[in-house]
């Protein structure tokens, strides 16, 4: 099969012909019909965070299911399937809390004994976060994706993947925003946007979106934000306290820097909230007023949007279908895996909000 194969930090990905195994004991191979250029792809590309290579990237991703291994009984082939990265166990601490997307157990991969689920004439190619959708196939472990619809189109179901989840779930469930509140969403690409729909799906009553770009300012106008600030127009804290008469009850960080970190902390009001969503670079270390924390303001982190992805992806799906869900709007360019490397350099300009690559069928 043909995938882009990242084998040097910063240096174009060739489209290259590697093998993927077939599948073994809850196992599933998944033909891939389109997968989303992430920003959390582009932070292995640039090497911000370690990868272990040659890999193939890509995370955020839907297809069609066309074999299964083994005890396999929860999909079967024809099945329309969206992937995620939260492959859980389902039998440890975690996961029997609800806490699925903190699941760390390896048994959802090939140990290192096994032979690879892919492999060029070279060898081992490492898979990237269990998934690796920038190739036409993808062998997975059962517990990584979720069966949804068959009207619902998979081009925007891949959205569903990563971002949308990650954001959506930021709200909905990380934060658990109370309808008629106030919040602010800082970042508004494809997981800042997916933030404020899902803030404007909880009810918030004021949701306040915060970037440089103008058009994603108007962008998240359709995603559900009654306010906009434009960072580059003066302090980002001031024009959301003065609009909020001191600050908002949740405030969501979707760029993953030291900096807009603080600034989600800061804008909040006594009592509030700031959920980090972004990955922000290891080593970096970020400074908080302490005096701030006797007005019982919090911060916390956000994995994957606190997920449930078996019961949330249908959910999604379903609000897509409703209109509750923005995802045509969300879709900046659907691209050939060939142009898979100048999707992800686009995401550093801060223009798009996604590309996704559409396979051949």
């Known amino acids: 099969m043909k995938a882009a194969v990242f084998r040097q930090v910063n240096t174009p990905m060739e489209i290259e012909e590697i093998s993927v195994d ?58 329309h399937v969206i992937t995620c990265l939260s492959a859980f166990c389902g039998h440890c601490e975690y996961c029997l809390t609800g806490r699925m997307s903190l699941c760390e157990e390896p048994e959802v991969r090939r140990s290192a004994d096994e032979a690879p689920r892919l492999h060029d004439h070279g060898g081992r190619l490492n898979q990237f976060a269990n998934l690796s959708s920038f190739a036409e196939q993808m062998l997975v472990h059962e517990h990584a994706v979720v069966k949804v619809r068959e009207d619902m189109p998979l081009d925007r179901a891949a959205l569903i993947g990563c971002g949308v989840t990650t954001g959506v779930g930021a709200a909905i469930h990380t934060a658990a ?8 969403v800082i970042g508004c690409g494809g997981v800042g946007l997916s933030c404020v729909n899902g803030a404007a799906i909880a009810g918030a009553g004021r949701i306040i979106a915060v970037d440089m770009v103008a058009s994603k300012l108007e962008l998240a106008r359709k995603f559900g934000a009654t306010d906009v600030v434009d960072a580059s127009e003066g302090n980002v804290v001031e024009q959301v306290r003065n609009l909020t008469n001191g600050g908002v009850e949740y405030s969501f960080e979707a760029i993953g ?3 807009t970190a603080e600034q989600a902390f800061q804008m909040l009001r006594p009592g509030g909230v700031a959920t980090v969503i972004g990955m922000i670079p290891p080593g970096a270390m970020v400074s908080l007023h302490g005096a701030e924390f006797l007005m019982e303001k919090k911060i916390q982190g956000s994995m994957m949007g606190s997920n449930r992805f078996r019961v949330d992806m249908p959910r999604f799906v379903d609000f897509y279908l409703q209109g509750k869900l923005h995802l045509d709007d969300m879709i900046s360019s659907r ?24 396979f051949d069928q």
């Open 335 to 358: 691209i050939a895996l060939k142009d898979v490397t100048d999707a992800l350099l686009a995401l550093e300009t801060g223009e798009v909000a996604r590309s996704v690559i559409v």
């Open 257 to 259: 820097l030291k900096a």
């Open 22 to 79: 077939k599948p073994g004991p809850r196992e599933v191979l998944v033909r891939t019909v389109a997968a989303g250029v992430c920003h959390s792809d582009m932070h292995f590309y640039n090497g911000t965070y370690p990868g272990q290579l040659p890999m193939v990237l890509g995370h955020e991703s839907a297809g069609i299911v066309e074999a299964v291994g083994d005890a396999v009984t929860y999909v079967k082939p024809g099945d």
């Open 177 to 184: 925003v109370a309808p008629g509140s106030t919040a602010a």
